[in-house]
């Protein structure tokens, strides 16, 4: 599972991934290559040079230590997210060129540890190891020192402070490779949502519909989530919009989206929207955001104050659910989307506000923070 990385002077190259006995094969150019290897935790090689004509390189990566971690969640070993933070000085790291993902806010590993353990390299050295599962749960911390060659083991039990009997949380706004500004595949937007405590995962790509139900049964994590299919309907002129569920048809074009085009009045595709078999519900996504045709509200020219819209053309008066936190919290959105579904409110339109992560990039922004919390009267996501 070592990344191998091929340079030739200041021209980056190639990578492979070492098998189970550390070899590579790659393909170079005829000329001088330097070779350097990463694994995450265990740092970046020194350089080897491979001279022209040469058909071996050898890498030795630093000495590592394991921290070793068992968790348990409601009596038993649970799904869990573990993060490794060194307690002082920085994270080795290859260079951008590399294509490698940095973890975020200078930690060694986050891990999503779906069966309750993992087993964690990382460089000699003092970490604080940092084990959750959601919002419901408190967190655990425990400072390890850990010595090349020794595993170091850590032993968490998270206590479940929060009751949510009868209630199950959904994130209506998730992004995978599947849309084309988003980093991370499905499989690991599963494993992320599911250690982080999320039942109700809405898949919402760009003008793709797809749903995360597969993956969660290919996984055997269906005691822990339930998969809705959805799509993000994205256009260029008056905003972007959550619809689910859907009925993914990878028979038709990108699964069966809605034929919504930038030429169209928002009321009349949402009315087609509506009309679909499904009956799929629609989301006001970001209605607020900047850019041009990212948010509706801006887009059709809503005044908040009085209720007035300055291209009632644009105006649909059936939506029902908007999205008043995007990767954000109340104090961000108080005098914005907050004020916006007040005034909804306010002249007796019932209108629901949730809250979605609209995450891309799973290291950066996690699923489920924040999440819509739902009285379903079950705590079975099947």
């Not at 260079?95 to 590993?109: F, I, K, L, N, S």
């Not at 000699?124 to 655990?140: A, C």
Request: hydrophobic letters at 35%; one cysteine or more; proline letters at 7%.
């Amino acid at each position: 599972g070592v990344h191998v990385h091929a340079v030739a002077g200041t021209t980056y190259h190639s990578r492979a991934t070492t098998d189970a006995e550390g070899r590579y094969a790659m393909r170079v150019p005829n000329a001088d290559v330097s070779i350097t290897a990463w694994r995450r935790g265990a740092g970046v090689s020194d350089a080897v040079s491979v001279p022209m004509g040469s058909s071996t390189g050898d890498v030795e990566l630093p000495a590592v230590g394991y921290i070793d971690v068992d968790a348990i969640v409601d009596e038993g070993p649970g799904p869990v997210r573990v993060q490794v933070l060194p307690t002082s000085g920085s994270v080795p790291f290859p260079p951008a060129t590399y294509g490698e993902h940095p973890v975020t806010g200078g930690r060694v590993h986050v891990d999503f540890a779906v069966s309750g353990s993992t087993s964690l390299p990382v460089a000699p050295g003092d970490y604080d190891v940092i084990v959750s599962h959601g919002y419901e749960y408190e967190i655990f911390q425990q400072r390890v020192t850990v010595t090349a060659g020794e595993h170091e083991a850590v032993a968490a039990t998270l206590v479940h402070s929060v009751d949510t009997t009868g209630w199950m949380c959904a994130d209506y706004h998730i992004h995978t490779t599947r849309s084309p500004d988003a980093d991370d595949d499905g499989e690991v937007k599963v494993l992320g949502l599911v250690a982080d405590g999320l039942e109700l995962p809405v898949r919402s790509e760009h003008e793709y519909a797809d749903d995360f139900q597969p993956t969660i049964e290919r996984l055997g994590l269906t005691a822990w989530a339930r998969g809705l299919a959805g799509e993000e309907i994205t256009t260029w002129v008056w905003g972007h919009f959550g619809a689910f569920p859907m009925v993914v048809d990878n028979d038709q074009r990108n699964g069966n989206i809605p034929n919504v085009y930038d030429g169209a009045l928002p009321p009349d595709a949402f009315a087609e929207l509506r009309a679909r078999p499904e009956s799929p519900l629609l989301i006001i996504n970001h209605p607020r955001s900047s850019g041009p045709g990212f948010g509706y509200f801006n887009v059709a020219d809503y005044d908040r104050v009085t209720g007035m819209v300055g291209r009632p053309d644009h105006w649909d008066e059936e939506f029902t659910v908007v999205e008043v936190f995007n990767e954000s919290s109340f104090e961000q959105n108080r005098d914005n989307t907050v004020a916006d579904w007040f005034s909804f409110l306010n002249r007796s339109r019932r209108v629901f506000a949730v809250g979605s992560s609209d995450s891309h990039h799973i290291y950066g922004v996690p699923v489920g923070y924040p999440r819509t919390c739902l009285a379903l009267g079950t705590d079975d996501p099947t």
